[in-house]
């Protein structure tokens, strides 16, 4: 998985509760990435980072939150967990970018699976 | 329309067989494309990319990308049982300031049988 673990790998939590996802990566990649998978959305991004504290929002941002204090570690918190929320969640990271966007070849970590109740 | 999408699948070929997967993208700016493999419960895996029209090659497997039609396709020569998987197309949104993100079909589910 290209140097990249993610925490937990399962978690099971209630309605209304605050959830973090770690993405750490022993790569030193500038640019990390957050994705959700479900069945018949295939995988959408969440928000991604281009360097420690520089992040924007992707398609599906509403009710995440994201943080990047090192260049390793990008976390990915749900506020308050709704059921909507219920998910296989993917962290990705990319080393480079150039002039027109190419050699942004991602590498997934192995997923975090989360179950809201 | 979606941005990237898929041929809906299921595909299923004998083992020994071709296997042609295709995708189509909506945005003309594309630039980068790849093809993840995907094992039941487990992490896209890259298999290929391509950024020219034309073909590229990588053992059993050739992507071939025809950008004026906003196409490209995913063939798996001499199909085993163990390229059984979900493939998923991906498209680098937008040149320049993307940051490289990334659009991704629905996947199609290949099934190679014996």
């Known amino acids: 998985d290209a140097g990249i673990t993610q925490s937990p790998r399962h978690k099971v939590t209630e309605t209304g509760t605050p959830v973090t996802l770690r993405c750490h990566q022993t790569e030193n990649h500038r640019y990390m990435y957050w994705y959700r998978q479900d069945p018949g959305h295939g995988l959408r991004l969440i928000h991604y980072s281009y360097g420690v504290k520089d992040t924007d929002k992707g398609e599906v941002s509403d009710g995440y939150s994201v943080s990047r204090s090192k260049t390793e570690d990008f976390l990915l918190t749900l506020e308050s967990a709704t059921s909507s929320q219920t998910s296989v969640y993917f962290c990705?990271?990319?080393?480079?970018?150039?002039?027109?966007?190419?050699?942004?070849?991602?590498?997934f970590g192995p997923g975090t699976r989360l179950l809201v109740l | 329309q979606k941005e990237v999408e898929q041929n809906s699948g299921p595909l299923s070929v004998p083992e020994g067989a071709i296997a042609s997967l295709n995708c189509t993208y909506s945005?003309?700016?594309?630039?980068?494309f790849f093809w993840y493999r995907q094992y039941s419960g487990k992490s896209p895996e890259l298999i290929m990319s391509i950024y020219s029209n034309g073909d590229k090659e990588d053992g059993r497997f050739t992507a071939q990308l025809n950008k004026a039609s906003q196409y490209v396709s995913l063939l798996i020569r001499d199909s085993q049982p163990s390229d059984s998987a979900t493939y998923l197309c991906?498209?680098?949104?937008?040149?320049?300031?993307?940051?490289?993100?990334?659009?991704f079909g629905q996947g199609t589910i290949l099934t190679v049988h014996p």
């Open positions: 990705a990271i990319s080393e480079s970018v150039v002039a027109g966007g190419r050699r942004e070849t991602q590498y």
């Open positions: 991906a498209v680098n949104n937008a040149g320049g300031t993307s940051y490289g993100k990334l659009t």
């Open positions: 945005d003309r700016v594309s630039q980068s």
